[in-house]
């Protein structure tokens, strides 16, 4: 018998794993194991080894999800042995050695770029580091277009910061290579180019679906389209 895999939901910076909520009731109405764990947001590498460390301690099969930055955590963590797929949501898919500068770097900036607010953190015996969020004024044409105005209020001043040297740092690993993967780009992304969505999944041999006029928050606007690839990625390695 087969053991149905849990969904392990990777979110992305700016945001939290609230962001899953709508995604979240979907598969649980359909009884599918999953959860929704914080993403730290302080770096590509220790975020990853996170994930792969929660991933590891499930039993059975997993179904990591990976949401804008999240994809680029998954396609590293992906490597842990219990890991069976890989689910690109608006995501970076990122190569091994390759930063998402170097990424979003082949295609057009997005808007998203001209709209961050720098802050700084604190880091133990060095320097203040620098991290990002979206000004909140820009935060709902940018992240949540399709989003209805009082909920994108909440989400603009709910934002968790994104360490910029997560945008520098390179991956070490491209899970995609040795296992199946599935990706849904967001027509009408304005954070990440749905050029670089495509090229990624693309690369990556991935099973595409594109939502037009989908913004970046899509797990947000459309749960149940999202959740339906989720479930196609979950019975095809069940």
Excluded: C
């Excluded at 399709?146 to 390179?170: H, N, Y």
């Amino acid at each position: 018998m087969s053991t149905t895999p849990t969904v392990l939901l990777v979110h992305g910076a700016f945001a939290d794993a609230g962001s899953w909520s709508g995604v979240v009731a979907e598969l649980q109405h359909d009884g599918i194991p999953v959860v929704a764990p914080p993403n730290p947001l302080r770096g590509l590498a220790s975020d990853a080894a996170y994930i792969a460390s929660v991933a590891a301690q499930i039993k059975g099969p997993v179904v990591l999800v990976g949401h804008s930055y999240g994809g680029a955590l998954i396609s590293v963590a992906g490597t842990v042995d219990n890991v069976v797929g890989l689910v690109y949501v608006a995501a970076y898919v990122t190569e091994k050695g390759e930063s998402l500068g170097e990424l979003q770097g082949r295609f057009p900036l997005s808007p998203l770029v001209g709209s961050l607010r720098e802050g700084t953190y604190p880091v133990e015996g060095a320097q203040p580091a620098v991290e990002f969020t979206i000004k909140p004024e820009a935060f709902p044409e940018i992240f949540a277009a399709d989003v209805p105005a009082e909920v994108t209020k909440v989400l603009a001043v709910s934002q968790r910061p994104l360490a910029a040297g997560a945008f520098t740092e390179a991956a070490s690993a491209a899970a995609w290579r040795a296992k199946p993967s599935w990706a849904l780009v967001a027509g009408a992304d304005q954070a990440i180019n749905p050029e670089v969505q495509r090229f990624g999944a693309e690369r990556a041999g991935a099973t595409v679906v594109e939502l037009a006029g989908a913004s970046h928050a899509v797990a947000v606007s459309r749960p149940k389209e999202v959740a339906d690839l989720i479930r196609e990625a979950v019975r095809a390695t069940g």
